[in-house]
């Protein structure tokens, strides 16, 4: 472990060391500076030579099949519950600009709402969320603007506030911000099956939904630092020994 965790230190230094320091100040900090830390280091990261040398690299994709109008976020209101789904199951709900704005109008809407006493989040198709969209990495021009963007809605901020009880079903790939966003919540459900990453560092970033904020408050920076660095999957079993989630559901919903 040792000599892969140097290797991927060496593969992008300038990324491992923001992390360490991003990490070491957000744990003895509210999420709210956390998050403002975290942005400002990601923002400039995006313009580092570590990113911009693994956009040149990386091999592009095939394009994603085409959404037909399905909205990337569904809402279903049963009561005194909003229950709210993520939607682009043939991309493992890649988390996109829009799906983000769509989870973020259903956290604005139970802020809204005193009569919403309990706020449900899961994803369709094989995954709960596997990261952040890749085809829409590498977009930003001004790392100013993106800082400012990214905190005007922030679904980590709103999930962390949020008033009503918020409880989260994951299952298969729970990559960056699959479980960035999710250990903002009171309580995280995984199916057997799920499998938890930080690939950032890898790209050249940190994680960047809030998971310097959000993980480490669950499990603490050694350990979050370990899976950013490692980019290693991590098992429901073990991530609730660490506790990363809190129950592991008998069978995947």
């Known amino acids: ?17 923001t992390l360490v320091q991003v990490l070491r100040h957000n744990a003895e900090n509210n999420v709210t500076n956390g998050l403002l830390a975290e942005s400002l280091a990601y923002s400039s990261l995006q313009h580092s030579s570590g990113f911009r040398h693994w956009l040149q690299a990386r091999k592009p994709g095939s394009e994603a099949a085409k959404e037909a109008g399905a909205r990337p976020v569904l ?6 519950t909003l229950e709210v789904t993520l939607n682009r199951p043939h991309v493992h709900n890649a988390f996109s600009d829009a799906m983000k704005t769509g ?13 919403i006493k309990r706020f449900e989040l ?20 001004d790392a100013g603007t993106a800082h400012l963007s990214r905190l005007a809605r922030h679904a980590g901020q709103l999930l962390a506030d949020l008033p009503a ?4 079903r994951v299952h298969g790939a729970c990559i960056g911000a699959g479980i960035e966003v999710p250990a903002f919540a009171d309580e995280i459900s995984a199916a057997p099956d799920a499998q938890f990453r930080l690939p950032e560092v890898a790209f050249g ?10 993980i480490v408050k669950r499990i603490g920076r050694q350990r979050t630092a370990y899976m950013a660095l490692s980019n290693a999957s991590i098992s429901a079993a073990q991530a609730l020994r660490w506790g990363l989630v809190d129950h592991i ?3 995947p919903q």
Do not use: K, Y
């Open 75 to 80: 809402i279903h209101r049963d009561d005194g």
């Open 103 to 115: 989870l973020c109008e259903a956290l604005l809407l139970a802020h809204a709402d005193p009569t």
């Open 1 to 17: 472990q040792l000599e892969m965790l140097v290797r991927n230190i060496n593969a992008q230094p300038v990324a491992s060391t």
């Open 205 to 214: 970033l940190i994680p960047g939904a809030g998971g310097t904020v959000s």
């Open 249 to 251: 559901l008998e069978a």
């Open 165 to 168: 009880h918020s409880h989260v």
């Open 122 to 141: 899961n994803g369709r198709g094989p995954s709960f969320c596997a990261g952040g969209d890749l085809t829409e990495f590498g977009q930003a021009a």
